[in-house]
């Protein structure tokens, strides 16, 4: 590619940027959102979540199921979730799922040496 498609490249792709970012911005006010559709975006946060972190539980590296109580990652999050039930706050619940994720890791570890 020669320099100046480079630059033309780069602009276009800044300008496609600003103009998907902007649009609701500058839209916003004319669009409005039926009352069921804000109802369901409502629970966008929650299922990007949990895209992100189910993999991350269910899956080892090689990208097989996981499923075995030696999966630290799965205790883990089945004790967070059992923690936020009963507690009801995020922030406790993320210390407590990752104290119990360091706690499993480290007996998993020291517990398999002779």
Known sequence: MADWEIWVV??????????TRSGFWLVGHKVSIPPRIQDMLRYAPACALAAIIGPDLLLDSAGNAHLELGNPKLL??????????WRRNMLQTIVFGMLAFTLLRLLHVFGTAP
Request: charged share 0%; proline share 0%.
């Open 76 to 85: 883990a999050g089945i004790a967070a979730l059992g923690f936020y039930l």
């Open 10 to 19: 780069i602009v276009v792709l800044a300008l496609a940027t600003a103009i």
